[in-house]
């Protein structure tokens, strides 16, 4: 990994002959919003930004901070930011999604996804019979990358860069137990899909690699990362708050600073033009980790996730 001023000068140099399309769920806090402000200062404006997610408000306060695009009229009819509603935690609602974003952009070159949590309790499913957990680390992952694949395909078709870039981690997880495939008998309240869904992560991209050999696939683990999610209004209960509010200057010492982070997380989206990527916090590319397993053993975890996420191949 180069020094992190080079980093900055390569994210600097990025300036595309096309107006990029790119999509980021995830996009009104944290990483993904940073990541947003990022690529669009470099480009001032000059790019299709798509956020999805729930907060419409703390969308159009992004949309409104960022800059504005100058140029010729057709080139400003291709740029511009725009909000999609989604609750990510139905997998109806993140195909309808899927199907608003590919009627706004036949193409896509970068789709970003940056949502989800972890929590802890009993077991839940949601209303389509899925574990509440496993939906927000990994089901809404494998969906959404499925169904704007001929998006992304039309991108690469057309010379363009395209690639699907997950921020959660980089093959630290365990070995995926495909006994017990959507985590309903060891659960051990949230810790099984906490981290099975880090290993179904790395797995999804990886066979969706293999099977769009031109497009890129990266999984990048941020570390601990100061984002709104470590604050205390973050927070409903008072003891969580008064934690949080002992546990702060830890944060501010220690964590690594939003604005570093999606500095690095944009270098490992632009530096990846095809196949699989495991990154870590600098994004060095640290892979392929925790993804060698049998055909038979592969096969059951593609149908399986078909099948859970009610997904047409395409």
């Known amino acids: 990994m180069p020094p992190f001023a080079l980093v900055k000068a390569s994210n600097d140099g990025y300036c595309p002959l096309y107006v990029p399309v790119v999509v980021v769920f995830g996009g009104t806090s944290g990483i993904g919003k940073a990541m947003t402000r990022r690529l669009s200062e470099q480009l001032d404006g000059r790019i299709h930004v798509i956020v999805v997610g729930r907060n419409k408000a703390a969308a159009d306060a992004l949309f409104a901070s960022l800059p504005k695009p100058t140029g010729s009229q057709q080139e400003l009819e291709r740029c511009g930011y725009e909000f999609i509603h989604c609750d990510i935690s139905l997998m109806k609602n993140v195909h309808q999604a899927a199907q608003d974003i590919a009627k706004r952009c036949p193409k896509i070159n970068y789709l970003i996804l940056a949502s989800g949590k972890a929590f802890f309790g009993k077991r839940k499913e949601t209303e389509e019979g899925l574990d509440s957990q496993l939906v927000l680390r990994y089901y809404w992952k494998f969906t959404i990358t499925n169904d704007l694949l001929p998006n992304l395909r039309a991108a690469k078709d057309v010379g363009q860069a395209a690639g699907v870039f997950v ?18 008998k060891y659960h051990r309240y949230g810790v099984g899909p906490m981290f099975q869904g880090v290993s179904y992560g790395d797995l999804m991209l990886a ?108």
């Open 167 to 184: 921020v959660l981690a980089h093959g630290i997880g365990p070995k995926i137990n495909f006994q017990d495939l959507g985590v309903k």
């Open 207 to 314: 066979m969706y690699a293999e099977r769009e050999p031109d497009i890129a696939f990266t999984h990048m683990f941020p570390g601990m990362v100061d984002t709104e999610a470590t604050r205390p209004s973050a927070v409903s209960s008072w003891f969580a708050k008064l934690l949080m509010v002992l546990l702060r200057p830890l944060a501010v010492l220690f964590f690594i600073k939003v604005d570093v982070s999606a500095e690095n997380m944009v270098y490992g989206l632009l530096n990846g033009e095809r196949g699989f990527y495991q990154r870590n916090t600098v994004a060095d590319n640290v892979g392929p980790r925790n993804v060698s397993y049998s055909e038979s053993d592969r096969q059951a975890f593609w149908e399986h996730c078909l099948g859970a996420t009610r997904t047409v191949p395409r």
